[in-house]
């Protein structure tokens, strides 16, 4: 039933996309972009070197071995 809805949802919300001028929305996309895409670039790259800087200490893998380690345990 939920599906339903939700793509019934999804079919009405692309048509009332569809109607909106091409070239309004085009450049408007395009303008959303350039303003963001240097910010989403600089969050990937960060969440990068933080990943790097965070495994090289070891620490997550200590962390995931220990969890494993009670998880089998328990059961």
Avoid: H, W
Wanted: a positive charge; glycine letters at 6%.
């Amino acid at each position: 039933m939920a599906g339903r809805l939700i793509r019934a949802r999804a079919i009405e919300r692309a048509r009332a996309l569809a109607t909106l001028p091409g070239a309004a929305l085009r450049t408007t996309k395009q303008r959303f972009r350039e303003r963001t895409q240097a910010g989403f670039d600089e969050a990937c790259s960060a969440g990068i070197r933080y990943q790097l800087e965070c495994y090289s200490t070891g620490e997550p893998t200590r962390v995931m071995q220990a969890f494993l380690a009670r998880r089998n345990t328990s059961r």
